[in-house]
């Protein structure tokens, strides 16, 4: 029977399991899932990253309406003032713009609280990504110690297999020399 990767030479069934057995890092499935506590990480920290983003175009969204809000508020108040000054101006058209007035002006009191209620989400987030990049460098640091105790493990299994060999050819090579001595 070949060895299936042992240096090219025939090795015996019992010996073959041995090695084999040898060969298989018995911390594998936890390796597996620092694999797994990584990935799901790297998914998490992304999705938060995205979800901060989209939190802070709501945010700049916002503030363009409270701009625009504020603008049409000017507008209003230059024509009404523009009307009044030159005397065109009709009680009705008055009041009405005046009650038009009071309406931008609580619209762009409720943006005000929209604003700032988006600045506490977009804190959150920022938590969140802060708790998601901590969770993904820890896995991250997890993976790399489960990689370098099976990079050790397997240096240490090739040696104690290489200093097998070795002590097998120097038997075989004392058991030919005794066999020569006698012949």
């Excluded at 040898?22 to 799901?40: F, G, N, V, W």
């Excluded at 005397?87 to 943006?111: I, T, W, Y």
């Excluded at 990049?133 to 993976?143: E, G, H, T």
């Amino acid at each position: 029977m070949t060895d299936g990767g042992f240096g090219g030479r025939a090795v015996s069934p019992p010996e073959y399991k041995m090695k084999k057995a040898l060969l298989r890092y018995r911390l594998q499935p936890l390796l597996i899932l620092k694999e797994r506590a990584r990935k799901r990480a790297e998914i998490l920290l992304a999705k938060a990253l995205v979800r901060l983003e989209e939190e802070k175009k709501k945010l700049k969204k916002l503030e363009k309406e409270k701009e625009d809000i504020i603008r049409r508020r000017r507008e209003c108040r230059m024509e009404l003032h523009k009307k009044i000054s030159a005397g065109h101006a009709h009680v009705r058209d008055g009041s009405v713009r005046v009650n038009f007035l009071r309406k931008l002006e609580e619209d762009e009191k409720k943006k005000a609280e929209e604003i700032e209620n988006q600045k506490q989400t977009i804190s959150n987030c920022e938590l969140q990504v802060k708790r998601a990049r901590r969770d993904y460098i820890d896995a991250v640091k997890d993976l790399r110690i489960m990689e370098k105790h099976k990079e050790l493990w397997r240096k240490k299994v090739q040696l104690e297999i290489t200093r097998a060999e070795e002590r097998e050819m120097d038997e075989l090579g004392n058991v030919i020399h005794q066999l020569r001595n006698v012949a």
